[in-house]
């Protein structure tokens, strides 16, 4: 009797543990792996090949309406020059997350979105000519920032109209921006296919260089474009010559740019019905760290919305508002470079500034 039910027991606990595995392996086979191709392709044709065309519009934009300035200079069109100039900058704060494959390749971020600039060197160059814009020593007397510079410093219109060296200068820099990209997108192109199926993590692997490039950018936002002016990193010494974009005052505008370009990033798209982060987070269960990232996104840009003045101007009157953006960017480092990442397998490889 007592053998009957011994062996009533366990072939009990045998079917219990049968039927467990049997359940486990049918709500595996009810979750399928997350399609991390569909997030690549996603990225690559809704987000990055859009951004890079409108980029190369802008560009040329910016050629057309300077050429036209070079030939007429008058206020009204260095206004144009100008408007133009705005578009293609604010258009780069998508653009260089995306610093890997053709972009990386070509050097081109480090060339284009370098700042601030070197003002001796751009006169030095200008006044001695004989230069080589692609020399490393002129690596901060190139890009947007110097055009912020060339296009915005005091008299500018009577530079350009007195000094053909000044214009001449001021156009290479723009040829030279347009010329490159126009190789990247054009490889960019090439890349695609290999970048949507390149799903792995290790850190070679495309999905590994977005989430890395991602972060990276981020760090530079919250670093470059406010930590460092802010005096963040000096003792909380106050640092405006290293404040992008200075010279037109539109550093907080490309700080909120930047902070849109990320989100959009994050949610797949602006409406979030594309595959991004967001949507692997959510199939990993970790749905509270999802809306706690999108949330904070939207609370760093909402906050740069209330300021009104340039960031040098608030630094001077409004330094606890700027604290409290700071702290707000700050606060989601730890989301997207440690929660997030260590949820998706994939290792940061950089080297930032400050060890956060």
């Given at each position: 009797?007592?053998?009957?039910?011994?062996?009533?027991?366990?072939?009990?606990?045998?079917?219990?543990?049968?039927?467990?595995?049997?359940?486990?392996?049918?709500?595996?086979?009810?979750?399928?792996?997350?399609n991390?191709?569909?997030?690549?392709?996603?990225?690559?044709?809704?987000?990055?090949?859009?951004?890079?065309s409108?980029?190369?519009?802008?560009?040329?934009?910016?050629e057309?309406?300077?050429?036209?300035?070079?030939?007429?200079?008058?206020?009204?069109?260095?206004?144009?020059?100008?408007?133009?100039?705005?578009?293609?900058?604010?258009?780069?704060?998508?653009?260089?997350?995306?610093?890997?494959?053709?972009?990386?390749?070509?050097?081109f971020?480090?060339?284009?979105?370098?700042?601030?600039?070197?003002?001796?060197?751009?006169?030095?160059?200008?006044?001695?000519?004989?230069?080589?814009?692609?020399?490393?020593?002129?690596?901060?007397?190139?890009?947007?920032?110097?055009?912020?510079?060339?296009?915005?410093r005091?008299?500018?219109?009577?530079?350009?109209?007195?000094?053909?060296?000044?214009?001449?200068?001021?156009?290479?820099?723009?040829?030279?921006?347009?010329?490159?990209?126009?190789?990247?997108?054009?490889?960019?192109?090439?890349?695609?296919?290999?970048?949507?199926?390149?799903?792995?993590?290790?850190?070679t692997?495309?999905?590994?260089l977005?989430?890395?490039?991602?972060n990276?950018?981020?760090?530079?936002?919250?670093?470059?474009?406010?930590?460092i002016?802010?005096?963040?990193?000096?003792?909380?010494?106050?640092?405006?010559?290293y404040?992008?974009?200075?010279?037109?005052?539109?550093?907080?505008?490309?700080?909120?740019?930047?902070?849109?370009?990320?989100?959009m990033?994050?949610?797949?798209?602006?409406?979030?019905?594309?595959?991004?982060?967001?949507?692997?987070?959510?199939?990993?269960?970790?749905?509270?760290?999802?809306?706690?990232?999108?949330?904070?996104?939207?609370?760093?840009?909402?906050?740069?919305?209330?300021?009104?003045?340039?960031?040098?101007?608030?630094?001077?009157?409004?330094?606890?508002?700027?604290?409290?953006?700071?702290?707000?960017?700050e606060g989601?480092?730890v989301?997207?470079?440690?929660?997030m990442t260590?949820?998706?397998?994939?290792?940061?490889?950089?080297?930032?500034?400050?060890?956060?």
């Amino acid at each position: 009797m007592n053998w009957m039910k011994t062996s009533f027991v366990y072939i009990s606990l045998i079917a219990l543990v049968l039927l467990s595995f049997s359940c486990k392996k049918d709500k595996e086979e009810e979750t399928p792996e997350f399609n991390k191709s569909e997030l690549l392709t996603n990225v690559a044709n809704n987000i990055i090949t859009p951004a890079f065309s409108e980029f190369e519009a802008d560009l040329n934009a910016l050629e057309t309406s300077f050429l036209l300035f070079q030939s007429t200079p008058n206020q009204s069109n260095l206004d144009l020059v100008r408007a133009d100039w705005k578009a293609a900058y604010m258009q780069w704060q998508t653009v260089k997350i995306f610093d890997f494959g053709p972009m990386r390749d070509n050097g081109f971020k480090g060339s284009t979105g370098t700042y601030p600039t070197d003002s001796n060197q751009v006169n030095s160059n200008i006044a001695n000519g004989g230069y080589s814009l692609g020399s490393v020593d002129n690596v901060d007397a190139i890009g947007f920032s110097a055009l912020d510079y060339l296009f915005y410093r005091s008299n500018a219109l009577s530079d350009f109209t007195t000094s053909s060296s000044y214009m001449q200068y001021a156009l290479e820099v723009i040829q030279k921006i347009k010329t490159e990209f126009t190789v990247v997108n054009t490889q960019w192109a090439s890349y695609k296919s290999s970048f949507i199926s390149s799903t792995g993590t290790e850190s070679t692997s495309a999905f590994s260089l977005l989430v890395n490039e991602f972060n990276r950018d981020y760090e530079l936002a919250k670093n470059a474009k406010l930590g460092i002016p802010l005096g963040k990193q000096s003792l909380d010494i106050q640092l405006p010559e290293y404040i992008e974009a200075r010279h037109s005052g539109i550093s907080l505008e490309l700080l909120k740019e930047s902070m849109l370009a990320l989100r959009m990033v994050y949610l797949g798209d602006n409406t979030s019905s594309g595959q991004g982060f967001y949507d692997y987070l959510i199939h990993l269960e970790r749905s509270s760290l999802a809306e706690s990232i999108n949330t904070r996104f939207g609370s760093i840009i909402v906050k740069i919305g209330t300021f009104n003045n340039s960031l040098e101007s608030e630094m001077s009157s409004n330094v606890s508002g700027l604290n409290e953006l700071y702290s707000l960017i700050e606060g989601q480092v730890v989301n997207i470079k440690t929660d997030m990442t260590s949820a998706f397998g994939v290792l940061i490889t950089y080297q930032d500034s400050d060890g956060d």
